[in-house]
């Protein structure tokens, strides 16, 4: 059995990622190699799922990143269309978009095939006063981060403006300080009461703006750190099923809230209404990310946008780690690129970003780099640098769908933030000792 995993590791995706590359090549425009290139989608993602069951937290990322095939399965067996822009809905830039989708999770399915080590548990330390001072930040970033009309007054997302306090989006920094409260909750029953508090506030605030994003982020944080990897799988397929189905009644509530609440309970929460299919539309928010990355494929491969400002671009992107985007350039924020020519929803898949900035190596580069942040993460899961990890792993939706930016700035902010409380919580019972050698 072993040999015959080695054997379907080591030749079979080796074989077919390059068949699938040359096919791409000779017959771009052909719907067979978008075909081609689905199935091999399916085959590795499926393959991964399987290798990853025993880390939940990867094998989620999987299955979010694994719908991002829905749209394009519509597209090329019901013959649907995936997104309101025509401008790139071709099946040479969705086959391109699933030989580059490819290409970044072969990469990946090496990483993760196999665990380094048995996964850890987040070690907790005691530390009341730190652990309230970080409620007290998430309470203040949950209640004013954020001002406008809400979806109910509005009438639904997207309706009104949602302005950041001072123009800084620091809502989904939240979850920075929400698990550094975790760390130092200690294993006291009641500030678990006060975790668990808190992010409901966090939740009912997003659902109000309609901000799905921010509600999944905080909810994958919450099982990640109360979801033990010894509890039986029942709990895990639980979380999965409730989690698509609350994320597909909450993008029918938020489009249209009125509505919604005018129809009777029983026909809100039914399934059917809830999944509903379009007939020959499957307007999703997948599809948009879709689109939205065959847009940054399209600009680099049919030269729409110059190298000087690709580069450029790219030096900008990784400068906004550190400068807010409001003060750089137009081209710093790619999404928003050209919209006036090249509409589009915002986002784009990470491996898009990499390969309009970097061509094929920039793909490599990232699922590298991430590759080794999933291989390497049990390892230091109980280490200084255990915020960076949690932070890049809880962040997925944001990084791989939207912006690239995640992955390095608020994980790196994740880190600072929490040395800082780690330096001030070693003084603090330095100074305790010292105080009860003393008073001794």
């Known amino acids: 059995m072993r040999y015959l995993k080695s054997l379907y590791s080591y030749i079979f995706f080796p074989i077919f990622f390059t068949t699938s590359f040359v096919i791409y090549q000779l017959y771009s425009y052909e719907k067979f190699t ?3 290139l689905l199935m091999y989608s399916i085959i590795l993602m499926t393959t991964i799922l399987l290798y990853t069951l025993d880390r939940k937290i990867i094998n989620l990322f999987i299955l979010f990143s694994f719908s991002y095939l829905i749209p394009i399965f519509y597209y090329a067996f019901y013959n649907k269309i995936i997104t309101s822009y025509s401008h790139s809905n071709s099946i040479e830039l ?7 989708f490819n290409l970044f999770f072969t990469i990946i399915f090496y990483f993760v095939k196999k665990p380094l080590i048995i996964f850890n548990d987040l070690k907790k330390n005691n530390n009341k006063i730190v652990f309230y001072i970080n409620i007290l930040i998430c309470l203040l970033i949950a209640f004013f981060s954020k001002s406008g009309e809400s979806i109910f007054s509005s009438g639904g997302y997207g309706q009104s403006e949602i302005n950041n306090i001072g123009g800084f989006a620091i809502g989904e920094y939240f979850l920075i300080f929400f698990f550094i409260a975790f760390k130092y909750s200690g294993y006291s029953k009641f500030r678990n009461f006060v975790l668990i508090s808190t992010s409901l506030s966090y939740i009912l605030i997003s659902l109000a703006y309609g901000l799905r994003n921010e509600l999944i982020q905080l909810s994958i944080l919450i099982f990640y750190l109360f979801y033990k990897e010894t509890n039986k799988s029942t709990l895990y397929i639980i979380f999965l099923i409730s989690g698509l189905y609350f994320s597909s009644l909450f993008s029918v509530l938020r489009s249209d809230p ?7 309970i029983i026909e809100n929460l039914s399934i059917k ?3 509903n299919d379009q007939n020959e539309f499957y ?7 879709v689109h939205s990355s065959s847009r940054l494929i399209n600009f680099r491969d049919n030269n729409i946008v110059n190298t000087s400002t690709i580069y450029s671009s790219s030096i900008l992107f990784f400068s906004s780690s550190l400068i807010p985007q409001k003060y750089l350039p137009e081209h710093s924020n790619m999404a928003a690129y050209k919209q006036d020519e090249y509409p589009v929803g915002g986002g784009g898949n990470i491996f898009a970003y990499f390969y309009f900035w970097f061509w094929y190596p920039g793909v490599i580069i990232i699922a590298l780099i991430i590759g080794l942040i999933f291989k390497y993460y049990t390892k230091f899961i109980n280490t200084m640098f255990s915020a960076y990890f949690v932070i890049v792993l809880v962040t997925f939706p944001r990084w791989f769908s939207y912006s690239p930016i995640n992955l390095f700035k608020m994980s790196l902010y994740a880190f600072i933030v929490y040395f800082i409380f780690s330096i001030i919580d070693k003084e603090m019972k330095k100074s305790l000792k010292t105080n009860r050698y003393e008073s001794s």
């Open 258 to 264: 009125i509505s919604f609440f005018q129809n009777s």
């Open 273 to 275: 209404n809830i999944f």
């Open 34 to 36: 978008l075909i081609y």
């Open 94 to 100: 969705l086959s391109k978009y699933l030989l580059l």
């Open 283 to 289: 307007i999703s928010h997948q599809g948009d990310v």
